[in-house]
């Protein structure tokens, strides 16, 4: 299968696409750089560039919606970013339909959720700094999705990591945040280094890291190499995307300022994995085993993220897990391919504005709560923060995929299209999906209720609930019609619009299940998970933890992921680090030493020198040569290579 | 302009500074340390000068100047930059300037001589000059052995705890290294033709006998691996970067291990192409043994300097790679490797400096929560970590990357291992980070009067060259790989290799660009 991909050349408007990236960092520079002197008006400022931002990408988005269909892309090379050899990789920028999606996404929801955070850290001392780095974040988040080959990606994609860091531990105080950025910006550059190799193989198979390039060329690949390749892709996009098994940071990450979590670990950040494999279409429709691990990796994560969601009594914590499983369902869209790709894209939009709805609700909570984050210690409170609860109630019907909310057109067509799959998997995965539904709507109206119902559980005396000023409010209200409208207005014109990104729909696969049923299924599993959470937690729940089977355990265990790292990775990194210390400073050093002092008892001409170091040092020396040269040796006889 | 002797005045200028700066009285501190300062700036200006008139496209070899020296045995001070020399000499004109000022106070409080320290270092700066602007062999040895000299004074006299220890370490170490390199030196004379010129010498070496070129390679080998260092000639540098006052640290990995990875380009690569493609799998190795141990390592120390210093030593496992995986790609890499690894790690180590000189301990257990005293300075430490592991946006990722594609295309199992490089590089940045700025506040900081002190205006003054140089340089790197590029690609001609193309694609199949 041939495949010719070109993207026109930027001309007009659209060459000024870099704006989109130098707006928000030259913003980010100023807050960073002035220090105190910006911090009367920094946030604003921080506010303001994102805004401009979100207008610029509207005029752009526009622009190009005016092109001709096969012409619709705009690229635009600045410089030379690296040119050696036959290695050339351009400072770089591609404004297509998949681009002007995530643009409006990041600088949209980004610029309701800049706004409410001028009135969310008002009383911290750090807040210029905060809207310096969120600004960084917006900035190298474009880059991610405005650059026109890997490297650009790989830029933006490690520069997002950088930001997320930042915020995460943004209370670098608090050891628990500190703990927490580190564990992040660790996990992620596990994932970073697949995605780099994955770059090295591109270059040595089509010489070349460019879009177009590599996706015209595909098929002069050998199948292991797609694999590889993909599998390598993908590893980046499960370290991005919180996606098993790279999964664990996280929820971790809810140590960050709420709107961080609402930005970065709900709306946008996590679902650059998905952009990716949406973006290397070409690379992961060529394998169908790559396919099925895709979709295996989202099926998994789904369930999980469902399973401990339901066992967590911290409000971020479970809508952290929620993420996780939503994005499951992204990367099992991508991973079903073809048309399917569309319907991931169109939930992760829509998965934006629920999701950073339900989080800034979150904080509009603990706002009110004094930074309470229990749900068991909640309860009663839409009687005092009435927007906060109307809000975050349309959050809460989406995500589960209430009609004609957002996350009915979103989801319930991934789950008919994981039964469309065309084999015996269908019934496994759509099975999966469609479980997740019940859990999904099961854990939330648990949170929903726990929450906004029930009996007054917060016992304190400092907690006097209330509700969040405008800024915080209005930023809340457009998310929440962004809850309920998104989902319908996208379901037709996002599949439209990307066409020329993914080609034309092929015809599905005979469904196992007649796409009705399936309907009429999901709604099903949704009513009764959503029923049963309200009958048991209306009456609210106790306010410890009460003993628990084996699933439930092992859920508010996370499912014992992280004890397995921890006794995978962390302790025996730890034992290895301590006995190489130890073998360098006494063994390496120290045998040299000792093989200095065995020879100079024996040897009275050495001891009469009595530097002690002469001797020690030149044996030291002379066994590094002799490791050296028995090295040399052992590859001369063909040990080694 | 290419006629003026740009290399022998810039080779002499900072002796002549730092005899004039030795003959300051010690009272007149101030004065010393400022003619010290303006001596390196007009190094610097030279130096500049130079870099402009230099032609990126031109002859491999361009300033050459040929002075007699010793007739009897062709020894000339002949002088030559290419353009991996021009890229190091900018570094070098760059960092000293930078140290001095970084310095200013070093002295202060142990009552030595400031006018012996900043000559010293102008005297280093004159034996960092001369061994990468030399294109005599012989030349070339005399300032390897002699830059020992006021390094090992500089560590031995204003070093901190086991100065002594550490500066002998050093000395013996690069001493015995040297003795290898002698004779090396020695046998290449009598096989290449009687002469020490580096020119003659490249014509000479093919018809050198492959046993003979061999262990010719090695001699030299093992004395750049000491230098660079290389695993597992490593164990001397912890101690010197950990003894020696940080600037003359930043300086000793910034620059001074820098001429091995050079000596290995230059000499062993030129002179002995078959003997460099037979030990390179064995250099690979210890190129990538070397990223993963002393990465690991640096995750365990508690001391800033020796943590820097343990850093230094993966990086120099990632220039091993890019050398001897004979692509242009890591060979670009690893010569801007040298240079970008020099900004980095050099302004980490004024960064860790400043850390030390206010609290007085560079035990990483005596900080914690720092950023809560010093928060700018804090950010400038991070900064600098994110330069050490290679984050996009600072230039060492530049390097790191073509260092690494470079690899993969020849020996990817390398590329793989030494990519999980990179996971470390962020473990041992980020937890040096956590353990020194962040979480609670130790109490005993707060007991420090100079821990109050956020970053100086001086301390501005340095860091922020170096931090624009790093920034300026990971969005555009074009005006030194443009320089570095004909250089590298000649030494692979040298050495007898050829990129491999794209394994998958036809030629006529791609894209036209």
């Not at chain 1, 880059?143 to 997320?164: I, K, P």
């Not at chain 1, 070409?282 to 993220?305: H, R, Y």
């Not at chain 1, 009110?368 to 609860?389: A, C, E, N, S």
């Amino acid at each position: 299968m041939e495949q010719t991909v070109e993207f026109a050349p930027a001309s007009g408007v659209l060459s000024g696409i870099w704006l989109l990236v130098a707006i928000p960092l030259a913003s980010a520079a100023i807050l960073l750089l002035l220090g105190k002197r910006a911090d009367k008006w920094g946030h604003w400022l921080g506010v303001l560039s994102v805004a401009a931002t979100f207008v610029l990408g509207l005029v752009f988005f526009l622009n190009l919606s005016g092109l001709d269909a096969e012409r619709r892309s705009a690229q635009i090379s600045l410089w030379d970013f690296m040119a050696v050899g036959n290695l050339h990789v351009d400072f770089g920028l591609l404004f297509d339909p998949l681009a002007g999606v995530f643009v409006l996404l990041i600088t949209g929801v980004g610029s309701l959720i800049h706004l409410y955070a001028v009135g969310y850290m008002e009383h911290d001392p750090g807040r210029r700094r905060f809207f310096g780095y969120f600004n960084l974040f917006v900035a190298a988040m474009l880059l991610l999705v405005l650059g026109n080959n890997y490297v650009m990606l790989y830029f933006g994609w490690e520069g997002v990591g950088l930001a997320s860091y930042l915020l995460i531990s943004f209370w670098y105080t608090r050891p628990s945040a500190a703990t927490a950025g580190k564990k992040a910006f660790l996990m992620n550059r596990v994932g970073d280094a697949g995605l780099a190799i994955g770059i090295f193989l591109m270059f040595a198979t089509l010489g070349t890291t460019q879009y177009d390039e590599v996706f015209g060329n595909v098929s002069a690949l050998s199948s292991t190499t797609v694999l590889v390749l993909g599998l390598l892709l993908l590893l980046g996009a499960a370290g991005k995307s919180g996606q098993f098994p790279l999964q664990a940071w996280l929820p971790d990450a809810m140590e960050g300022p709420t709107p961080v979590s609402a930005l970065i670990h709900a709306a946008t950040m996590v679902t650059a994995g998905v952009y990716l494999i949406a973006r290397s279409h070409a690379i992961f429709t060529a394998n169908t085993v790559l396919q099925t691990v895709v979709v295996s990796v989202g099926a998994l994560t789904l369930l999980m993220g469902c399973i401990i969601g339901a066992a967590k009594d911290d409000i971020k914590r479970v809508l952290a897990w929620s993420t996780v499983s939503q994005i499951g369902y992204m990367f099992l869209g991508v991973g079903l391919g073809g048309g399917a790709y569309a319907l991931a894209i169109i939930h992760l939009l829509a998965h934006g504005f629920f999701k950073a709805n339900m989080f800034l609700g979150a904080g509009s909570v603990m706002h009110g709560m004094h930074d309470q984050v229990d749900i068991r210690r909640f309860g009663g409170l839409r009687k005092y923060m009435r927007w906060t609860w109307l809000t975050f109630m349309m959050g809460w019907l989406a995500i589960i995929g209430i009609p004609p909310l957002s996350g009915y057109f979103s989801k319930e067509p991934i789950i008919a299209a994981a039964f469309e799959r065309g084999d015996w998997t269908s019934w496994l995965y759509g099975m999966a999906a469609l479980l997740g539904a019940g859990l999904t709507a099961f854990y939330m109206t648990r949170l929903f209720v726990l929450t906004f119902h029930g009996p007054e559980r917060y016992t304190e005396d400092n907690q006097h609930p209330h509700e969040s000023p405008f800024i915080m409010t209005v930023p809340l209200m457009l998310l929440a019609l962004g809850s309920i409208g998104a989902g319908w207005l996208m379901s037709t014109s996002v599949p439209d619009w990307l066409e020329p990104v993914f080609g034309a729909e092929e015809a599905p696969h005979e469904a196992v299940l007649s796409h009705t049923l399936i309907t009429i299924l999901s709604l099903v599993v949704t009513v009764l998970g959503a029923g049963l959470a309200w009958a048991m937690f209306r009456r609210g729940t106790a306010l410890e933890p009460q003993p628990a089977g084996v699933v439930v355990t092992a859920a508010r265990r996370n499912l014992y992921t992280d004890a397995i790292n921890e006794a995978v990775f962390e302790r025996p990194g730890i034992y290895l680090t301590r006995a190489l210390v130890f073998l360098d400073n006494k063994g390496i050093d120290g045998l040299v030493n000792g093989i200095a002092a065995g020879i100079g008892g024996t040897s009275g001409r050495l001891r009469r020198l009595q530097t002690g170091f002469v001797r020690s040092y030149a044996l030291s020396m002379l066994t590094g040569a002799v490791l050296v040269v028995g090295a040399f040796l052992a590859i001369q006889l063909g040990w080694l290579a | 302009m290419t006629d003026f002797p740009f290399l022998s005045i810039l080779t002499l200028l900072p002796l002549v500074g730092a005899v004039v700066v030795a003959l300051i009285p010690k009272q007149k501190a101030e004065l010393a340390k400022t003619i010290a300062f303006g001596w390196s700036l007009v190094v610097l200006v030279l130096s500049i000068v130079m870099w402009i008139a230099f032609q990126a496209g031109g002859d491999r070899f361009q300033f050459r100047e040929s002075y007699a020296w010793i007739p009897s045995w062709d020894a000339r001070f002949t002088f030559a930059a290419d353009g991996i020399a021009l890229v190091m000499l900018m570094l070098i004109a760059i960092l000293f300037p930078v140290v001095i000022l970084a310095s200013w106070h070093d002295v202060e409080k142990s009552n030595r001589s400031a006018p012996i320290y900043f000559s010293l270092l102008l005297a280093f700066e004159f034996t960092m000059i001369g061994v990468f602007a030399a294109a005599d062999v012989f030349l070339f040895y005399v300032f390897f052995e002699i830059m020992l000299i006021p390094m090992y004074f500089i560590i031995g006299s204003f070093g901190g705890p086991r100065r002594q220890y550490a500066a002998v370490k050093f000395f013996l170490y690069s001493l015995v290294g040297g003795l290898f390199m002698l004779a090396a030196v020695i046998g290449l004379w009598v096989v290449g033709g009687k002469t020490f010129d580096f020119g003659n010498l490249a014509q000479a070496a093919g018809s050198i006998d492959q046993n003979t070129a061999r262990w010719l390679f090695l001699g030299f080998f093992v004395a750049f691996a000491i230098k660079a260092p290389f695993f597992p000639f490593h164990t001397w540098l912890p101690d010197a970067g950990g003894a020696a006052p940080a600037g003359a640290a930043a300086l000793l990995v910034g620059v001074m291990d820098k001429v091995g990875t050079f000596g290995i380009l230059r000499y062993c690569l030129s002179l002995f192409p078959e003997a460099s493609r037979w030990f390179a799998p064995a250099a690979l190795v210890l190129g990538v043994i070397g990223i993963i141990y002393a990465a690991l390592l640096a995750v365990g120390q508690n001391d800033l300097k020796r943590l820097v210093s343990y850093t230094s030593i993966a990086h120099f496992g990632f220039i091993g790679i890019g050398i001897f995986a004979f692509t242009t790609q890591a060979g670009t890499g690893a010569v801007l490797y040298m240079v970008n690894h020099g900004l980095a790690t050099g302004l980490l180590f004024i960064v860790v400096g400043m850390f030390i000189a206010r609290r007085g301990s560079s035990l990483i257990s005596d900080f914690g929560g720092a950023g809560k005293l010093v928060p700018v300075l804090a950010g400038v430490f991070f900064s600098a970590g994110l330069a050490s592991l290679a984050l996009p946006g600072t230039a060492p990722f530049i390097s790191e990357f073509l260092v690494l594609i470079g690899t993969f295309t020849v020996h990817p199992a390398y590329a793989v291992v030494a990519t999980a490089g990179i996971i470390l590089a962020a473990a041992y940045v980020l937890w040096m980070v956590q353990r020194t700025t962040q979480g609670e506040l130790n109490p005993a900081l707060t007991e420090v009067p100079e821990m109050r002190k956020d970053i100086t205006l001086r301390e501005k003054v340095v860091v922020a060259p170096l931090v624009l140089l790093i920034i300026l340089l990971g969005f555009y790197p074009k005006p030194v790989t443009d320089v570095i590029n004909p250089a590298v690609e000649a030494t692979m001609q040298d050495v007898g290799v050829q990129d491999p193309g794209p394994t998958a694609v036809v030629a006529n199949e791609r894209v036209a660009r």
